[in-house]
């Protein structure tokens, strides 16, 4: 969206976030953390205090004047000057009049505070750095700590499911879908019932102690034998004040992701974020700090120009990815990809034309020339292995209809093959 919209990527110098003049070298100060300048903003005729990051936003109308500059520039080289002192390329969007190059650039939640935020938490600061252990032969660490916990937790199933082995490789890694019910839910909301604390903050309770004791010998044994030796400088495993850290962040998404909103939520979350990041800059230092921490401070303002995550978040797109992704291609490549897609998108909504009036309509005659029209599809394509897939479609318009009577229609038709069954 950065590029479509005329913006230079995070890495660039000056211009490294496409709603704000933040500069690269502050993007993870404060300053560029905190709840910023106010301006008062009219959305749906409801006047409320937004604000963006400390630095001052950008302005959708300059952003169209630099892009049509950087159109009347002649030379290649001269492009390039002025897109590393400005961060701006020519879009075809810039022709829009009305269309807010800065505002309606979104940063999606979905990528920016699940697959960003929360995974940077959870994966590359806990279990990258074993901060959470699996369990050795001998001991129970803080990983099994963690599954004994989620085994008995019990979620509808709307609201989404954890592997069983979370945090090991045996679990796989998290879909953005379950880091939003992990982490608004179990890792956040399941409480012990020895005392009031929740997950994350009993298994500090229950480790830091021992990570302590760790550290405090790595230490001594680095200063005895390791500086010497050049080895490197041995870190805490687990740090007072994480697991506080994480219910902030826990807190704030979830007002964010919530299916409604109220507006003065907005400076709840902003300062919960607020807290949120500059805890963990502290804590893991602002090297560990990515791009994404810093767009997240624009979040808030996107949910009173669109509305709740669930208008605008990048969840139906990567839907829509995952259906392109699964379209046969037999891995052609060079100008015939496009044709076997389209062979296979064609063929796909062929059956799904046949078998849907089957399913939903009962009606005998009608069902009768649903059939034959299926048969016939099957017998053209000639590929019946090809077509196993549909099998669990097939089996469901089975339990739609009498099975004796589908039995009698297939007889009429000899030999034929029909989703790997045999029809005598
Ligand atoms: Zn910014």
Same mark, same amino acid.
């Given at each position: 969206?950065?590029?479509?919209?005329?913006?230079?990527?995070?890495? #660039?110098?000056?211009?490294?976030?496409?709603?704000? #003049?933040?500069?690269?070298?502050?993007?993870?100060?404060?300053?560029?953390?905190?709840?910023?300048?106010?301006? +008062? !903003?009219?959305?749906?005729?409801?006047?409320?205090?937004?604000? *963006?990051?400390g630095?001052?936003? $950008?302005?959708?109308?300059?952003?169209?004047?630099?892009?049509?500059?950087?159109?009347?520039?002649k +030379?290649?080289?001269?492009?390039?000057?002025?897109?590393?002192? #400005?961060?701006?390329?020519?879009?075809?969007?810039? $022709?829009?009049?009305? &269309?807010?190059?800065?505002r309606y650039?979104?940063?999606?939640?979905?990528?920016?505070?699940?697959?960003?935020?929360?995974?940077?938490?959870?994966? =590359?600061?806990?279990?990258?750095?074993? =901060?959470?252990?699996?369990? +050795?032969?001998?001991?129970?660490?803080?990983?099994?700590?963690?599954?004994?916990?989620?085994?008995?937790?019990?979620?509808?199933?709307?609201?989404?499911?954890?592997?069983?082995?979370?945090?090991?490789?045996?679990?796989?890694?998290?879909?953005?879908?379950?880091?939003?019910?992990?982490?608004?839910?179990?890792?956040?909301?399941?409480? !012990?019932?020895?005392?009031?604390?929740t997950?994350?903050?009993?298994?500090?309770?229950?480790?830091?102690?021992?990570?302590?004791q760790?550290?405090?010998?790595?230490?001594?044994?680095?200063?005895?034998?390791?500086?010497?030796?050049?080895?490197?400088?041995? &870190?805490?495993?687990?740090?007072?004040?994480?697991?506080?850290? &994480?219910?902030?962040?826990?807190?704030?998404?979830k007002?964010?992701?919530?299916? !409604?909103?109220?507006?003065? @939520?907005?400076?709840?979350?902003?300062?919960?974020?607020?807290? %949120?990041?500059? =805890?963990?800059?502290?804590? %893991?230092?602002?090297?560990?700090? @990515?791009?994404?921490?810093?767009?997240?401070?624009?979040?808030?303002?996107?949910?009173?120009?669109?509305?709740?995550?669930?208008?605008?978040?990048?969840? &139906?797109?990567?839907?829509?990815? @995952?259906?392109?992704?699964?379209?046969?291609?037999?891995?052609?490549?060079?100008?015939?990809?496009?044709?076997?897609?389209m062979?296979?998108?064609? $063929?796909?909504?062929?059956?799904?034309?046949?078998?849907?009036?089957?399913?939903?309509?009962?009606?005998?005659?009608? %069902? /009768?020339?649903?059939c034959?029209?299926?048969?016939?599809?099957?017998?053209?394509? @000639?590929?019946?292995?090809?077509?196993?897939?549909?099998?669990?479609?097939? /089996?469901?318009?089975?339990?739609?209809?009498?099975?004796?009577?589908?039995?009698?229609?297939?007889? =009429?038709?000899?030999? +034929?093959?029909?989703?790997? *069954? $045999?029809?005598?």
């Open positions: 969206m950065c590029k479509l919209c005329g913006f230079a990527d995070h890495g #660039h110098i000056v211009a490294p976030c496409p709603k704000c #003049h933040v500069p690269q070298s502050e993007l993870f100060s404060d300053k560029s953390l905190q709840d910023g300048i106010p301006f +008062t !903003s009219c959305v749906l005729s409801i006047f409320v205090d937004v604000s *963006i990051s630095y001052p936003a $950008r302005d959708g109308e300059r952003h169209r004047q630099l892009c049509y500059q950087y159109a009347a520039l +030379t290649t080289k001269a492009r390039e000057e002025f897109f590393k002192r #400005h961060g701006v390329r020519w879009t075809e969007f810039a $022709r829009l009049k009305y &269309f807010d190059l800065i650039t979104v940063i999606d939640p979905m990528h920016n505070l699940l697959l960003g935020v929360a995974k940077t938490q959870w994966y =590359t600061q806990w279990i990258q750095t074993k =901060t959470l252990r699996a369990d +050795t032969g001998l001991y129970h660490r803080e990983l099994s700590f963690i599954h004994k916990f989620l085994a008995s937790y019990e979620a509808p199933q709307w609201a989404g499911h954890l592997p069983l082995r979370v945090g090991e490789p045996a679990g796989g890694s998290l879909s953005a879908d379950e880091y939003k019910f992990a982490v608004t839910g179990p890792w956040a909301i399941i409480v !012990s019932p020895l005392n009031s604390r997950l994350i903050p009993i298994v500090w309770e229950r480790f830091l102690e021992e990570a302590n760790d550290y405090a010998k790595a230490k001594q044994n680095y200063n005895k034998i390791g500086r010497a030796k050049g080895e490197s400088k041995p &870190f805490p495993r687990m740090v007072e004040g994480e697991d506080e850290n &994480f219910l902030r962040f826990a807190t704030a998404l007002i964010i992701v919530g299916r !409604s909103i109220r507006l003065e @939520k907005l400076p709840r979350i902003k300062s919960l974020l607020h807290k %949120y990041l500059t =805890t963990f800059s502290e804590i %893991y230092g602002s090297s560990e700090m @990515k791009p994404n921490h810093h767009w997240a401070v624009h979040v808030p303002d996107q949910l009173v120009d669109f509305g709740p995550v669930y208008n605008f978040w990048a969840f &139906f797109t990567e839907r829509l990815n @995952k259906l392109l992704k699964n379209i046969n291609s037999n891995n052609w490549t060079g100008g015939e990809l496009e044709v076997s897609m062979r296979e998108f064609h $063929r796909n909504g062929a059956v799904d034309s046949a078998v849907s009036p089957m399913i939903y309509l009962n009606c005998s005659n009608k %069902y /009768s020339q649903a034959r029209s299926y048969i016939k599809f099957f017998l053209r394509a @000639k590929d019946h292995a090809h077509l196993s897939w549909k099998q669990n479609l097939f /089996s469901s318009w089975l339990k739609e209809i009498p099975t004796q009577q589908c039995l009698e229609r297939f007889r =009429t038709l000899p030999n +034929t093959v029909v989703c790997g *069954i $045999r029809i005598a």
